[in-house]
């Protein structure tokens, strides 16, 4: 899991050095209103970098922390669109799909995707703080036991967590 981290951060970290100007970084925080039962309050953190073709369209990857029962560990690609020319607040739409890893022996990730709409707000040079509302879908088998004096089994329960995802961070 590690490895697969450094790999994406290093990707990253090529992708500066390689394309000035034209890579753009960007770290969120964030908390879901969970739509699901059962209900968990997810807390996330993510971090990505996308490829900018022009003053409009991006594409890139990601990857970060999400916490419902279990952590997960999303990775996830991502397309974005700015709307309107280079102004100091711009509204932008996002789409993120992918898969999420489950650290724990007993889960299994799935399949995530979070659409997103929000605002870009440029603090100073390339530094911008955006926010953001979106629709989180994360989906993950963890295995349950039940046992009483009569009957000791273990199943595999699947869940489907639907989240109203409120997001704040940092582009540079």
């Known amino acids: 899991m590690m490895r697969i ?4 951060a290093a990707m990253l970290i090529w992708a500066a050095a390689y394309a000035q100007g034209k890579v753009s970084f960007s770290t969120s925080l964030g908390v879901g209103v969970d739509m699901s039962r059962p209900s ?45 020319g280079e102004r100091r607040v711009r509204p932008f739409v996002v789409g993120c799909a992918g898969y999420s890893l489950a650290p724990s022996g007993a889960a299994n990730g799935g399949l995530y995707v979070s659409p997103a709409a929000g605002a870009s707000f440029a603090l100073s040079g390339r530094l911008k703080m955006f926010a953001s509302v979106g629709y989180e879908v994360q989906k993950l088998e963890r295995l349950k036991a039940f046992e009483n004096s009569f009957l000791m089994a273990e199943y595999v329960e699947k869940l489907s967590h639907n989240a109203i995802a409120l997001r704040i961070g940092l582009e540079l």
Do not use: D, M
């Not at 971090?47 to 419902?68: D, K, L, P, R, V």
């Not at 029962?69 to 974005?80: N, R, T």
């Open 40 to 84: 968990n309050t997810p807390f996330e953190w993510q971090i990505g970098g996308c490829y900018n073709f022009n003053g409009h369209i991006s594409a890139g990857i990601g990857t970060g922390i999400s916490t419902y029962e279990e952590v997960l560990i999303p990775l996830f690609a991502q397309v974005g669109y700015r709307f309107g």
């Open 5 to 8: 981290l450094a790999l994406v």
